[in-house]
C-alpha cells in the first residue's frame, strides 16, 4: 500500500505550459508539503499545509500554487513553466501538530518535471 | 545561506565497516535533526533524528553522535552492508509553528561487497 503517491511520476512539457502535480496520502496525517529538488541535488521546502492551511510559504514564484482540497491531498499547480523550473518535486506528509518537534515527514516517490 | 551542509559528496567503504557520514550546521535553532536515506527513483525514508538535547541516539546498527559546540553531527552505521548504498541526506528541524526541514546536499554512500 502506497503511503505518499504523486502523479504524474514523469512530466515532460514545453515552456509556457500550465501543468499540475497530484499529491495523495493514506496516512491520515495532518500536514503536507512541497519540495523542489534541483539539479544540484538540493531539496528545498517550498510549501506546507496542516489540515488543509498555508502554514509555510517560501520564497516561490506565484506561478506555483499548491491547492489542498483535503488534508489527504495536496496540489501543485505551476502556470508559464520556465526553464529553470525543471526538477523533481516530492510530496510529503507527517502527523506534525504545530510547536511539536520530530515528527518524520514521510515522502512520495518525486515528480521529475523536464521543460522543453 | 546553507544552513545545514555535508561537505562530502561521496564515500566509499568495504562491506562489513562502518560508515561515517558527516553534517554540518549554523543555526543553533534547530530542534531536533533527521537523517534521511534515499534510493534512485524514490522519495527519501526516515532513518534516524536526535534531539538537540541529546548527544547521542542508537537504533540497531545505525547511531547519530551531536556535538552541538562543534555544530556538527554524524551517522554512524556498523557493519555497513551493500543494501546500504544510497544517498544519505542530513536535515535540521526548527519546531515551532512549521515543522520546517532543511536538507543538506546529501552524501552518496557505496557499500563495496
Known amino acids: 500500500d502506497t503511503a505518499v503517491s504523486q502523479t504524474p511520476k514523469y512530466l515532460v512539457t514545453q515552456m509556457g505550459n500550465d501543468k499540475s502535480i497530484k499529491c495523495e496520502q493514506n496516512l491520515g496525517h495532518d500536514t503536507m508539503y512541497w519540495y523542489k529538488q534541483d539539479s544540484k541535488k538540493f531539496l528545498k521546502i517550498m510549501f506546507s499545509?496542516?489540515?488543509?492551511?498555508?502554514?509555510i510559504n517560501e520564497t516561490v514564484p506565484n506561478r506555483f500554487s499548491p491547492k489542498s482540497p483535503d488534508k489527504a491531498h495536496l496540489n501543485l499547480h505551476i502556470n508559464s513553466l520556465e526553464l529553470g523550473d525543471s526538477a523533481v518535486y516530492f510530496c510529503?506528509?507527517?502527523?506534525?501538530?504545530?510547536?511539536?518537534?520530530?515528527?518524520?515527514?514521510?515522502f512520495g516517490d518525486g515528480t521529475r518535471l523536464s521543460i522543453l | 545561506d546553507q544552513q545545514v551542509k555535508q561537505n562530502s559528496p561521496s564515500l566509499s567503504v568495504q562491506e562489513g565497516r562502518i560508515s561515517i557520514l558527516n553534517c554540518d550546521y549554523t543555526n543553533s535553532m534547530f530542534d531536533y535533526f533527521l537523517w534521511y536515506k534515499k534510493y534512485p527513483a524514490e522519495g527519501p525514508t526516515f532513518l534516524i533524528s536526535?534531539?538537540?538535547?541529546?548527544d547521542k541516539n542508537e537504533d540497531g546498527r545505525f547511531t547519530v553522535f551531536l556535538n552541538k559546540s562543534a555544530k556538527h553531527l554524524s551517522l554512524h552505521i556498523v557493519p555497513s552492508q551493500p543494501g546500504d548504498s544510497a544517498v544519505y541526506f542530513c536535515a535540521g528541524d526548527y519546531g515551532g509553528a512549521t515543522n520546517k526541514l532543511i536538507f543538506g546536499t546529501g552524501t552518496l554512500l557505496a557499500v563495496q561487497p
Open positions: 510529503a506528509s507527517s502527523q506534525a501538530t504545530p510547536g511539536v518537534s520530530n515528527q518524520p515527514q514521510h
Open positions: 536526535i534531539s538537540s538535547i541529546k
Open positions: 499545509y496542516n489540515n488543509k492551511e498555508l502554514i
